[in-house]
């Protein structure tokens, strides 16, 4: 024989099995099931969670776009204007003594059937924006999701807006401050 026959001939005997018409075997078949499964649960608890980041993420970024819209309006009608800020979103103001910056409401999230957030600040009822565009009320806003222990937080400071967004390293229980909240680039 040649040496790569015999090569060939090691290697099909190496890898034959005595009865291969025969198939798996029960044992081989639920191992292998065994970790299909385990596989497929580690799988699913990682997309449940990234979905509930992505969801405060979003609701994060939808916060400061609305900030944005409304700096933008005041700035473009060279009107003073306000707006209400709540976990549901951007609205327009309960009472008459400013227009509302823009008319249609900025949700912050989904209306999905377990899309809920975690909210706390301590902005006021209402958000202020001076006919330059230059914001008059500011704080902190910390978002997070019941279902994750993800969250993420907005300092609004004055004159500009956000100021920073970033992880908020602290628990809703205690007093909101902004100096836990520390931009993404730190963590």
Same mark, same amino acid.
């Given at each position: 024989?040649?040496?790569?026959?015999? !090569?060939?001939?090691?290697?099909?005997?190496?890898?034959?099995?005595?009865?291969?018409?025969?198939?798996?075997?029960?044992? %081989?078949?639920?191992?292998?099931?065994?970790?299909?499964?385990?596989?497929?649960?580690?799988?699913?608890?990682?997309?449940?969670?990234?979905?509930?980041?992505?969801?405060?993420?979003?609701?994060?970024?939808?916060?400061?776009?609305?900030?944005?819209?409304?700096?933008?309006?005041?700035?473009?009608?060279?009107? &003073?204007?306000?707006?209400?800020?709540? &976990? %549901?979103?951007?609205?327009?103001?309960?009472?008459?003594?400013?227009?509302?910056?823009?008319?249609?409401?900025?949700?912050?999230?989904?209306?999905?059937? %377990?899309?809920?957030?975690?909210?706390?600040?301590?902005?006021? !009822?209402?958000?202020?924006?001076?006919?330059?565009?230059?914001? #008059?009320?500011?704080?902190?806003?910390?978002?997070?999701?019941?279902?994750?222990?993800?969250?993420?937080? #907005?300092?609004?400071?004055?004159?500009?807006?956000?100021?920073?967004?970033?992880?908020?390293?602290?628990?809703?229980?205690?007093?909101?401050?902004?100096?836990?909240?520390?931009?993404?680039?730190? #963590?």
């Amino acid at each position: 024989m040649v040496p790569a026959q015999l !090569e060939d001939s090691a290697m099909s005997r190496l890898f034959s099995r005595p009865h291969a018409a025969q198939g798996f075997s029960l044992l %081989e078949l639920l191992v292998a099931l065994s970790i299909l499964a385990v596989m497929a649960g580690i799988s699913l608890v990682n997309a449940s969670e990234q979905r509930h980041r992505l969801q405060v993420d979003v609701a994060a970024r939808r916060l400061q776009l609305g900030l944005e819209r409304a700096r933008l309006f005041a700035l473009r009608k060279r009107q &003073a204007c306000g707006l209400r800020v709540s &976990a %549901e979103g951007w609205q327009e103001p309960l009472s008459t003594a400013l227009p509302a910056c823009f008319s249609s409401r900025l949700s912050l999230q989904e209306p999905l059937p %377990e899309a809920s957030l975690t909210w706390q600040s301590n902005l006021p !009822e209402l958000m202020r924006f001076a006919a330059n565009g230059l914001l #008059l009320d500011g704080g902190i806003v910390v978002l997070g999701s019941p279902y994750s222990n993800y969250q993420r937080c #907005l300092v609004i400071s004055l004159p500009l807006g956000v100021s920073r967004i970033g992880h908020y390293q602290a628990d809703f229980a205690i007093a909101l401050n902004s100096s836990r909240c520390l931009p993404d680039e730190v #963590l």
